[in-house]
């Protein structure tokens, strides 16, 4: 916990918080004769701070944007991979409480839990040192102008960009196919391949078969792969 508090840059009053913030229910079903709290009521609370803390960012950082751009960039900057990458950044894999069936199935590593412990997380801050801590916190592992440019890039929906491309001629013909996957079911990686008339024109990677099919199309639109492709 000790190591876990310099990652987060703060010390809690009350330990038992960050305790069951890290406390997973399969581990709370298994003991319950301990009386424990998982930690999903805190995840519950966790979600609408994170959810004020960046609406205000954004608010704040994105004067001239509408409602629904700033909505839709909040929506982007708070999703489960964005909340998996700072709970990696933190390590709280290896802090938290898992059942013996979680540990065993590489619950360590599930992207779902690990998002759910980084809102947890901010949650017990914010019961333990109200928002200003709990707004540091996010700040500091969450919200910057470089994080907001990643899942910006990540938004984008290359596909759609790339086939508007296409379209600008007659007669081509777009398609998409796996090419591989790799991985354990609950971490596996999915390969494709973007086709221009049967030609490959880029390649990706990605943990879903959208991911994968995206990163092809985003590869074959900044690497000029398309340059020369026409028949």
Not at 12 to 20: N, T
Not at 147 to 154: A, D, F, G
Request: glycine fraction near 8%; include cysteine; charge should be negative.
């Amino acid at each position: 916990m000790e190591d876990l508090e310099k990652k987060l840059n703060y010390s809690f009053r009350r330990k038992e918080l960050l305790q069951e913030a890290l406390c997973h229910s399969s581990y709370a079903n298994e003991h319950r004769a301990a009386h424990l709290s998982s930690n999903e009521r805190l995840e519950f609370l966790g979600d609408s701070v994170l959810g004020f803390v960046t609406a205000e960012y954004l608010f704040s950082r994105h004067p001239d944007l509408p409602e629904g751009d700033l909505t839709r960039i909040r929506a982007t900057l708070v999703c489960e991979q964005s909340l998996y990458e700072v709970a990696v950044k933190l390590e709280l894999g290896r802090c938290l409480k898992l059942g013996r069936g979680e540990e065993s199935g590489g619950g360590r590593t599930r992207t779902s839990i690990l998002a759910d412990a980084a809102e947890a997380v901010f949650a017990a801050v914010y019961l333990d040192g109200g928002i200003d801590a709990a707004s540091d916190l996010i700040h500091r592992v969450l919200l910057d102008a470089e994080r907001e440019e990643l899942v910006e890039k990540r938004r984008r929906d290359y596909k759609t960009a790339l086939q508007e491309l296409v379209q600008r001629q007659a007669d081509q013909v777009l398609t998409y196919r796996m090419v591989g996957e790799k991985g354990p079911d609950h971490a596996k990686i999915f390969s494709a391949e973007v086709l221009l008339n049967g030609r490959a024109v880029g390649q990706g990677s990605g943990h879903s078969k959208k991911e994968a099919e995206q990163s092809a199309a985003r590869c074959a639109l900044e690497n000029g792969a398309l340059d020369g492709a026409y028949n």
